[in-house]
């Protein structure tokens, strides 16, 4: 069983950056692919970005070209780096792991608050 812990989370002005990281344990890192996901207050969990077993990455839209997801092997760790946030990025950042496109292990999250 994967175990999955974020952090990095904070307060940043907008236009400022944060790089968020997801330290997994449990299974061989590398095996499987992690995602990044969001929650705003009211709103539904939308993917954010993912990492395939293989280096696939897949963005959404609206963070395309700012978020940039990426691992280090050798710390068992998933970094996302968040360039030129806007307001709207503000939420709680879950990493979880993929495999063939489930989500079935989650980290407990990492706040993001992006001021004006």
């Known amino acids: 069983q994967v175990k999955l812990v974020e952090s990095g989370g904070g307060l940043v002005q907008a236009g400022g950056s944060l790089r968020l990281s997801c330290a997994a344990s449990?299974?061989?890192?590398?095996?499987?692919?992690i995602a990044w996901f969001r929650q705003a207050p009211g709103e539904e969990r939308e993917r954010v970005a993912v990492?395939?077993?293989?280096?696939?990455?897949y963005y959404a839209d609206f963070v395309k070209g700012r978020f940039t997801i990426s691992r280090d092997n050798t710390k068992s760790t998933v970094y996302l780096q968040m360039n030129n946030l806007k307001l709207e990025d503000t939420a709680v950042y879950y990493c979880a792991e993929e495999s063939s496109g489930s989500y079935d292990v989650w980290g407990q999250g990492t706040q993001v608050t992006v001021s004006s």
């Open positions: 449990g299974r061989t890192f590398g095996s499987y692919g």
């Open positions: 990492l395939s077993w293989s280096g696939t990455t």
